[in-house]
């Protein structure tokens, strides 16, 4: 027996005492394996905190639907082969769908100052819309906002030398003071943001202080944030055309659309608009 190796019988280790192999250390207490021992059932381990796996989960797999090879596309699978999308619209950047049907992403710099010019465009429809809905729905509930607070009304009051009125109290900005309000502002926001004058890692989406209440810290939530801004933002600019149409034709604002369509859904929609049966005062 002082001859014979570790051997394995059955799948279980065998230590023979005479081996040379083991026989210069101490002897060690050893667990006797019965044959059917490994298939009794053993105890289930521990499972992890069910929030945390299923947070981990949840974001991979909401991470896969705009990210990557298999995300979503702009037409579903049956209508559209992924074949068929352009081999540079890879999924790396949110909102990609695999549309662009001009192809002026082909050269990486032309993708990279498309995109640039989509997500600011994006960004200032979200703040025109808002600063289009918001006044409007104000003065309509008994906020002084001015005399309509229509956004093309305002507009209307610059031009004729007039000043802003919000709450009831009159700031004194005409049309000279806001043009140069906006040439300044925005004007210095888009020169920092081109020459990268505050030395951002990311100049589309820098962070830092502006995220101040650190909604994406985390890169997973930054990148699901990240789609969720351009889809707001490509429906915010699409909004804005749908605004500017609505007061050409009606001669209101959009909330003043919005009530008078909720108020009778079927005589006031599109269609009762362009056929002419419902009431409309154009007056751009």
Request: charged share 20%; hydrophobic share 40%; proline share 8%.
């Amino acid at each position: 027996m002082a001859a014979l190796a570790p051997t394995k019988m059955l799948g279980t280790r065998l230590n023979f005492a005479g081996s040379s192999t083991y026989s210069t250390a101490a002897p060690k207490a050893q667990k006797i394996v019965s044959l059917f021992d490994r298939f009794k059932s053993k105890p289930a381990p521990k499972a992890k905190p069910a929030p945390v796996a299923s947070t981990a989960v949840g974001i991979d797999d909401e991470l896969a639907k705009w990210y990557g090879p298999d995300r979503r596309i702009y037409l579903p699978n049956g209508l559209l082969d992924r074949d068929e999308v352009p081999e540079y619209l890879n999924g790396e950047v949110p909102g990609d769908y695999g549309y662009d049907p001009f192809g002026l992403g082909k050269k990486p710099e032309d993708f990279a100052k498309y995109q640039a010019f989509e997500l600011i465009h994006a960004r200032w429809a979200m703040l025109g819309a808002a600063g289009f809905i918001i006044p409007e729905a104000l003065n309509k509930y008994g906020a002084n906002c001015g005399p309509e607070a229509v956004w093309f009304k305002t507009g209307a009051l610059l031009l004729d030398g007039n000043t802003l009125n919000y709450f009831g109290s009159s700031i004194p900005i005409n049309l000279i003071v806001a043009v140069a309000a906006e040439v300044v502002l925005v004007g210095g926001a888009e020169y920092y943001r081109i020459t990268n004058g505050l030395d951002f890692d990311d100049k589309l989406h820098p962070g830092g202080p502006f995220d101040p209440l650190g909604l994406a810290t985390d890169p997973d939530q930054a990148a699901l944030l990240k789609v969720k801004e351009i889809k707001n933002g490509r429906l915010a600019m699409f909004s804005m055309l749908g605004f500017f149409i609505q007061a050409y034709v009606t001669g209101q604002g959009p909330y003043e659309n919005l009530c008078a369509h909720l108020s009778d859904p079927f005589g006031n929609n599109l269609l009762t608009v362009i056929s002419g049966a419902a009431e409309r005062t154009p007056s751009l």
